[in-house]
């Protein structure tokens, strides 16, 4: 699990322009049609609870990656694409990732996009718009 | 810096906003599994050598997270032991629901780089052979506090007779980090 650590590149600028809320409610409104009123509704705020590292390591011991990418699972085989969309959303949202919505697939139930799949779910792979540095075996980690 | 690493293994607990049915009194629970995967990783080429199971699928995700962290050290040890250490590889943890327990369990995948024909075609064999996997039977890598159960394949890895020897329960009281690799008692082995 060893990988060689690429800095980021400072002159890869993020575009002042870009919005992420623009850019996962123009995806929203794309992949996912509104529910009828009165089919969903609000529950605000969302409870989100993020599990701390139970390990906890020195940095020079650390294997740290660059990635710009992540799996998510289980998503259950019975999920509608609103549903697939707000688990992307709420879990970008508590680990401060900007997925790639512009580049996100128009269709997370075909076979294409369902990786691993089982009995019951599946995983997802999400492309992220930005590389995060990952570590790989949980030690250690602030979020 | 520090806080800007992402744990490769995350355990999440969300409750949705915006998706509750109508038929329920209180906010659905959702626990979800996020696995940071590295860039050069291809999701299409990718060469599966070993499955690993035993790994509780709990809402903490802390145990799974030794649990990995334990076969990590493992790996490294059976590689560097075989002066196989420059070879990479990657842990996929996939939720699979357990027909026979009905409940959710961790298959770790373990994947290689591609096979590139001429350079790297004994890739697998070389995996399998330096992590103790040296014939076509599973082995169970005793913890002492669990097991773990590793194969070559999914259908090994799910047969009855090897579950009967895994512990259903993982317990915290006692952590040894040392694997012990013994062959499960399965067909061909009693």
Partial sequence: MAETIVPPDDNDSPDPNYDAEVAYRAYLRAVAPPFP?????????????????????ESRHLKRFQSAVFLLSPIPNTSQPIQIIHSIYETAKCLNLEPDWANLP?????????HFPQATNFTIFVPLREEVLAGADGDGITL | MWNQIKRCFSSLHLTFAGLLLPSSTCPQGVSLLVQFMPLHWNPVCRIKALLLRN???????????ILLHVIEGYFDSCLRKNGQEELEYYLVLTPTLMEMTKTMEGIVNVYLPP?????????????????????????????????I??????????????????????STDHHRTRPRHTAPRGPGRL
């Fill in chain 1, 37 to 57: 009123l009165g089919q969903f509704q609000e529950v605000c705020p969302a409870e989100i609870s993020v599990r701390a590292a139970l390990l906890q390591g």
């Fill in chain 1, 106 to 114: 128009p269709n997370w139930l075909i076979s294409d996009q369902k």
């Fill in chain 2, 55 to 65: 790994f509780p699928f709990d809402d903490k995700g802390s145990l799974t997270r």
């Fill in chain 2, 115 to 147: 096979i590139d024909p001429g350079v790297n075609t004994d890739l697998v064999q070389r995996f399998l052979h330096s992590a103790g996997l040296r014939d076509a039977h599973p082995v169970i890598l005793s913890l002492e506090w669990t097991s």
């Fill in chain 2, 149 to 170: 159960l590793m194969a070559g394949n999914i259908g090994d890895l799910m047969k009855p007779e090897y579950l009967r020897q895994l512990p259903e329960t993982v």
